[in-house]
C-alpha cells in the first residue's frame, strides 16, 4: 500500500481536490498533510476531505517531507504539491506502480508545463558538469516523486528549494534504480524573480555541495536568510475579522487526561531526571529550559507518539466543534511545547495554539527551547509572574479585537490561576486546587466540557 505525503502552506483552495482524488485510488492507505503553520483553513480542509494532518516543526518543504517520512507507516511513499489541480485520475499508479512491480526504487515525474527557467539554466549545466549520468532526467527539480521509505528515511533533506535536486543526488549515489514517469500536463503557479533568484541559489547549492572536485564553500553567497514568524503571528489567523468571542483551554490536565510531560517521561526513559528538576528548581523559566534539556535527541514521531498515547476529554472535539459554529475563536494556551500543541490543536479543529517553542533539527529536538515573549511580563501585566499566561490573553485579545471581557479561558492548575482571572469568564476544570477554584467564575467537576456549553450559554 501507498502512503501520500502532501507539504502545505496556505493551500485552503485546492487541498481538498489533491485528498480527494488520491482517495480514490485503491493503492492508497494513508494520506499524511504536514501543514507549515497555515494562516488559513489548510488545516480544517484536509481534516474534512481525509488526511492526518501534523503541523511542521521548522518552515520549509524539506522539514515537511522529513516528518511525513517519520509519521508514514508504508513503504511506499508518494509526494504531492498540494496546490495542483490538474493531477491526472491515476496520478497514484503511475507513480507507485513502477515501485511496487519491483522495477524501481525511485520515481520522479516529468510532466508538460511552461518551461523552468532554474532548470534550462541553473541544474541541467551544473549536472552535466558534475553528475553526467543525471543529465537524462528533463525535469530533475520536479517535487512530485515516489520511493521506498527504506531507502529515503536516512538522508540529510535540504530545507529549501534544494530539497528535490538533492533528493535525486543522493538516491542516485546511493545506487537506488531511478525512473522517470510522464504524467501528462501540470498547471501550476508561476514563481516571482525573487523567488526564482533564491531557488536558483539553493539549488546551486545543493549540487554543488555533493558534487566532485567541487565543494560547497560557506560564504554570504551560499545562504538563504531565513525568515521566521512567531507563533502570534501563526495564532492570528487571515479570517479572524468578525470574531467577537473566544474560548482559551489548557491542555495538560484539561483537554489531555494527562500531563504530557510526565508521559513523555516514563516512555521515553526520563522520570527521575524530571523529579529533579521539578523540585530543585523553584522559576517556571529555568524549569521550562532543564526540561527542554531531557528532550535532546527524540524525533517528533516519539513525541507525537507520545501525546497520542493520552487520551482526549471524550467530548472535546464535540464541544469545539459547536463552539465554532456558534462563531467562537477556540484555542490552546500551554507551558508544554508548540508541537504537542499544534498537533492537539489539529485534531480537535481548533484555530490556534500558543506554547513554548521546542527547538528541532532534521526533525530531532535539540534540547533547546524558545520562551515566546508574549509569555513575559510587561508594564501592562496584571500580575507580577515573570512569566504567565495571562500577557498572551491580552496579546491575543489585542490582535484578534476581541475584549477581554468576552474571553472565557478553562483551566486546572496553579499556572492557569492568572489566565482564568483575567477573563471575563474564567472556568476551573476537574481541579482539586482550592485557589484555582476560589478565583474561577464557575465550576466544572466532571471531566466533561458539555457543562461549559451551558455556562456560556449555547446549549
Known amino acids: 500500500m501507498v502512503t501520500v505525503i502532501i507539504p502545505a502552506l496556505n493551500e485552503a483552495g485546492t487541498i481538498g481536490t489533491v485528498i480527494g482524488l488520491v482517495r480514490r485510488s485503491p493503492m492508497v492507505s494513508e494520506i499524511i498533510v504536514i501543514d507549515d503553520k497555515s494562516h488559513d483553513n489548510t488545516v480544517h480542509t484536509a481534516r474534512e476531505a481525509g488526511a492526518t494532518v501534523y503541523t511542521s516543526t521548522m518552515l520549509g518543504k524539506g522539514a515537511s517531507m522529513r516528518e511525513g517520512i517519520l509519521f508514514a507507516n508504508n513503504e511506499i511513499l508518494l509526494f504531492l504539491d498540494a496546490d495542483i489541480t490538474t493531477y491526472p485520475e491515476d496520478i497514484v499508479e503511475l507513480m507507485t506502480r513502477p515501485i511496487a512491480d519491483g522495477n524501481t526504487d525511485f520515481v520522479k515525474s516529468v510532466f508538460t508545463r511552461q518551461a523552468g527557467r532554474v532548470t534550462e539554466l541553473v541544474a541541467k549545466p551544473l549536472l552535466k558538469l558534475l553528475f553526467p549520468d543525471l543529465a537524462r532526467f528533463s525535469q530533475p527539480l520536479s517535487g512530485m516523486v515516489a520511493g521506498k521509505k527504506s531507502m529515503i528515511q536516512d ?37 516571482s524573480w525573487e523567488q526564482l533568484s ?16 567541487l565543494q560547497a564553500k560557506e560564504g554570504e553567497t551560499l545562504k538563504k536568510v531565513n525568515t521566521l514568524r512567531t507563533q502570534m503571528e501563526y495564532a492570528v489567523r487571515e479570517n479572524r475579522q468578525g470574531f467577537s468571542k473566544m474560548v482559551i483551554f489548557d491542555m495538560d490536565n484539561t483537554l489531555l487526561e494527562g ?50 498515547t493520552i487520551p482526549i476529554v471524550e467530548d472535546a472535539l464535540e464541544v469545539v466543534t459547536e463552539l465554532k459554529k456558534r462563531g467562537y475563536v477556540c484555542g490552546i494556551i500551554s507551558d508544554s511545547y508548540d508541537v504537542v500543541t499544534n498537533h492537539i490543536k489539529n485534531k480537535l479543529g481548533m484555530d490556534f495554539s500558543v506554547a513554548n517553542e521546542l527547538e528541532f533539527s532534521r526533525s530531532i529536538a535539540t534540547g533547546e527551547v524558545k520562551i515566546p515573549s508574549y509569555f513575559l511580563r510587561t508594564k501592562q501585566s496584571q500580575c507580577s509572574h515573570e512569566y504567565c499566561k495571562s500577557n498572551v490573553i491580552r496579546q491575543l485579545s489585542a490582535s484578534y479585537g476581541i475584549d477581554i471581557s468576552n474571553i472565557t479561558a478553562i483551566g486546572d492548575s496553579d499556572n492557569d490561576i492568572c489566565m482564568v482571572r483575567e477573563c471575563g469568564t474564567g472556568i476551573s476544570f476537574y481541579s482539586q486546587n482550592k485557589y484555582l477554584n476560589l478565583v474561577a467564575d464557575h465550576l466544572i467537576t466532571v471531566r466533561s466540557f458539555i457543562p461549559l456549553l451551558e455556562i456560556l450559554g449555547v446549549k
Do not use: C, W
Open 155 to 191: 538522508l540529510e533533506l535540504e530545507n529549501d528549494y534544494g530539497v528535490d535536486i538533492g533528493l535525486l543526488i543522493d538516491l542516485y549515489l546511493a545506487g537506488a534504480r531511478i525512473a522517470e514517469v510522464n504524467i501528462g500536463y501540470i498547471e501550476n503557479r508561476m514563481q
Open 259 to 308: 500531563s504530557f510531560i510526565t508521559t513523555a517521561s516514563r516512555l521515553l526513559g526520563f522520570e527521575e531526571e524530571l523529579i529533579n528538576i521539578v523540585t530543585h528548581n523553584d522559576t517556571a523559566i529555568m524549569r521550562t529550559k532543564l526540561i527542554a534539556t531531557l528532550m535532546k535527541g527524540h524525533t517528533v514521531k516519539e513525541v507525537i507518539d507520545a501525546v497520542d
Open 198 to 213: 533564491n531557488m536558483s541559489l539553493e539549488v546551486s547549492r545543493a549540487i554543488i555541495s555533493r558534487g566532485e572536485p
